[in-house]
């Protein structure tokens, strides 16, 4: 079983220009979350979805960041225009609803550097 | 709100030495509690977890036990490998949250 896979690995872009990341869960995992690691500290979250719906997007910095869930399925993070402070590793993760739902199944993540 | 505050890294052993990681939390109600281990190149994996008070967690040799009264979840291993080398994140969930507070991570380098 495919485990949660996320697109690109590495991205590198220049302030002011828009970067779209992506992540697809593990199938049948109708929860997906979005984190991010900056500077090397704490990973924060960033929203959560359930399904197509955003649960929860409290941890969303700004209104540069949009998180979509077309169809339930895999999402994309987009920012828009990125600046300096948005480099650091953006991690999504999936789990079941039900009884185990507190276990996270991470992808590898993805390093945004914006120069 | 939520935190959790784990022992600045980084943390260098020799293999075969003991290993604690220091983790301790605030939080309201009665989190979850998870040790995620990153190797280099990988995700996040969930080491292992515990659920309530005095729940002992314990996977490939690591354990922590979930201590109330001192609001601590320290990590453990009796004899680190060179493998075990990666960074190990303490985290808390809150079950009506739905969302998981992680520590800033603790690097860990065990050299033969």
């Known amino acids: 079983e495919a485990g949660v896979t996320q697109f690109p690995s590495h991205s590198v872009i220049e302030k002011g220009q828009t970067v779209t990341l992506r992540c697809d869960p593990i199938?049948?995992?109708?929860?997906l979350y979005w984190y991010r690691r900056v500077m090397g500290k704490e990973i924060k979250f960033l929203l959560h979805?359930?399904?197509?719906?955003?649960?929860?997007e409290s941890g969303m910095p700004n209104n540069r960041f949009l998180a979509e869930r077309t169809g339930g399925t895999y999402s994309t993070l987009k920012v828009q225009p990125a600046e300096l402070e948005d480099s650091g590793v953006y991690f999504c993760?999936?789990?079941?609803?039900?009884?185990?739902?507190?276990?996270?199944?991470f992808g590898s993540g993805t390093q945004l550097s914006v120069l | 709100g939520n935190s959790v505050t784990q022992m600045e890294g980084p943390v260098t052993l020799s293999e075969e030495a003991f290993l604690t990681i220091n983790c301790t939390y605030t939080?309201?109600?009665?989190?979850?509690l998870f040790w995620y281990v990153q190797y280099p190149g990988e995700g996040l994996q969930l080491l292992l977890k515990?659920?309530?008070?005095?729940d002992k967690g314990s996977n490939k040799g690591f354990e922590a036990t979930y201590r109330k009264e001192t609001t601590s979840f320290h990590l453990e291993k009796g004899s680190v490998q060179v493998s075990d080398s990666a960074v190990y994140f303490c985290?808390?969930?809150?079950?009506?949250?739905?969302?998981?507070?992680f520590g800033d991570g603790t690097t860990l380098t065990v050299k033969p």
């Open positions: 993760a999936s789990s079941q609803t039900g009884a185990s739902n507190e276990k996270l199944f």
């Open positions: 199938s049948g995992h109708d929860n």
């Open positions: 979805f359930v399904k197509e719906s955003k649960q929860d």
């Open positions: 939080a309201t109600g009665y989190p979850s």
């Open positions: 515990a659920t309530k008070a005095d």
């Open positions: 985290a808390l969930s809150d079950r009506n949250a739905g969302k998981s507070t």
